[in-house]
Antibody, heavy 117, light 106 residues
Framework: QVQLVQSGAEVKKPGASVKVSCKAS????????ISWVRQAPGQGLEWMGW????????NYAQKFQGRVTMTTDTSTSTAYMELRSLRSDDTAVYYC??????????WGQGTKVTVSS | IQLTQSPSFLSASVGDRVTITCRAS??????LAWYQQKPGKAPKLLIY???TLQSGVPSRFSGSGSGTEFTLTISSLQPADFATYYC?????????FGQGTRLEIK
């Protein structure tokens, strides 16, 4: 079964870091890339960045440059997204998505990250 | 590249034909996708490359357009179609989404 399974919900204090995982199964992980998208409560979709599962190249949205790191572990077909210096407005559901040439065709179930003191 | 969807909210009845428009601030060729999202769920890919139906998506969904103007059409609304719809451009980084169109039952 083709799927992306994400790690569980997190609660963090302002200033902390969070690392979300996204494990792929049912397809050849290194053939594509993984994008990370977040959705704040009641808001739309916001692209955070992309990582090539083949060679680790990345492209981050300017808004997150310096605060986000995306990595992959090809031995376990897992992608990771670490966001540092968390603020209350980072509270959101974070999604990973398999990024083919023309679309995000497979999505993880989402990971809720709550930032609160 | 900014994507502007219209309308932002749409009220319609089962069986209606509805069209959602997505306008890009600059040309994006056919690098446009459409997604459906239901509350508490991840988005689901409906259409890619502006007009190609994703495998398993009902044929009542269709997409058209190129350049800067695109449409998503649902030919006959079904109860399962009431959701929020997003367009997305993949022509260039940063990848961007439209603000969404919420489709509700009249």
């Amino acid at each position: 079964q083709v799927q992306l399974v994400q790690s569980g919900a997190e609660v963090k204090k302002p200033g902390a870091s969070v690392k979300v995982s996204c494990k792929a199964s049912g397809y050849t992980f290194i053939s594509y890339g993984i994008s990370w998208v977040r959705q704040a409560p009641g808001q739309g979709l916001e692209w955070m960045g992309w990582i090539s599962a083949y060679n680790g190249n990345t492209n981050y949205a300017q808004k997150f440059q310096g605060r986000v790191t995306m990595t992959t572990d090809t031995s376990t077909s897992t992608a990771y997204m670490e966001l540092r210096s968390l603020r209350s407005d980072d509270t959101a559901v974070y999604y990973c998505a398999n990024t083919a040439n023309d679309a995000f065709d497979i999505w993880g179930q989402g990971t809720k990250v709550t930032v609160s003191s | 590249i900014q994507l502007t969807q219209s309308p932002s909210f749409l009220s319609a009845s089962v069986g209606d034909r509805v069209t959602i428009t997505c306008r890009a601030s600059q040309g994006i060729s056919s690098y446009l996708a459409w997604y459906q999202q239901k509350p508490g769920k991840a988005p689901k890919l409906l259409i890619y490359a502006a007009s190609t139906l994703q495998s398993g998506v009902p044929s009542r969904f269709s997409g058209s357009g190129s350049g800067t103007e695109f449409t998503l059409t649902i030919s006959s609304l079904q109860p399962a179609d009431f959701a929020t719809y997003y367009c997305q451009q993949l022509n260039s980084y940063p990848i961007t989404f439209g603000q969404g169109t919420r489709l509700e039952i009249k």
